[in-house]
């Protein structure tokens, strides 16, 4: 029902050149002219730090460890294609929006030697509230993290959960506001699964960190050894 509303609302054609296509939304060459970042973050004041290590001034008041970040909101197409993936429900942007996400690790595996799948992690979305999910069709955090344990052959980690229904991040505009907001909003249900592993939060994006870092300490607390994130841009 929900796909064939779909097809009919949203025809197969790239979002960027409107060729028609077959299952898809981005043609090959234009998926190709996405950008992909080069550099990496802290991600709290967001300064340049070698992969994206967490800097000694925001150590203390983040849980998360190292982030990246594979693209760029500022790419108009790259802000539409999430939006259309996230809020007009089309998730086969999600293949697209992952590779952009292999991309960015590609080339800090050649220039950097990282390797994302060293220590074997353990891949976590960041959840979304039930009714969200279900109203949707699908967490697309989740959708990126079943994609990305694919292609590097890692598991995807259960049981971290959103409990109660605060305000969506989005709707808030402030930073601090953002900050206090997901205070206490995320639920570990089996530390076990998480103790001692290496864990890569997944997120299509990561604006303030808010998010990413209270879903670090939860999991933290649950006795992981260390936090990744990775989202597609920063919004
Ligand atoms: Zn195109
Ligand atoms: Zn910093």
């Not at 959708?143 to 989005?170: F, K, M, N």
Request: hydrophobic share 40%; proline share 5%.
């Amino acid at each position: 029902m929900l796909n064939w509303l779909i097809d009919i609302i949203f025809p197969y054609r790239c979002i960027v050149c409107g060729k028609y296509l077959n299952k898809e939304y981005l043609c090959q060459s234009c998926f190709n002219a996405l950008p992909v970042k080069k550099q990496n973050e802290c991600i709290g004041c967001q300064r340049p730090t070698p992969l994206g290590k967490t800097c000694v001034f925001c150590r203390e008041a983040y849980a998360v460890d190292q982030l990246f970040v594979a693209s760029d909101f500022k790419d108009r197409n790259v802000a539409s294609a999430i939006k259309l993936f996230k809020y007009r429900f089309l998730p086969n942007l999600a293949q697209p929006l992952s590779q952009l996400a292999f991309k960015h690790l590609d080339h800090l595996a050649k220039r950097d030697y990282f390797s994302i799948v060293r220590g074997n992690p353990l891949l976590v979305p960041v959840p979304l509230f039930k009714t969200r999910e279900y109203w949707r069709g699908f967490n697309q955090a989740e959708l990126l993290a079943q994609l990305i344990a694919r292609h590097y052959r890692l598991d995807v980690g259960e049981g971290l959960i959103r409990s109660v229904h605060g305000t969506p991040q989005a709707d808030l505009k402030d930073r601090p506001e953002r900050l206090s907001n997901v205070q206490g909003l995320y639920i570990c249900l089996n530390p076990e699964t998480f103790r001692g592993r290496a864990i890569i939060l997944v997120d299509d994006v990561c604006t303030t960190g808010a998010t990413l870092n209270e879903c670090a300490r939860i999991l933290k607390n649950a006795g992981a050894v260390s936090v990744m994130a990775l989202a597609i841009a920063r919004g």
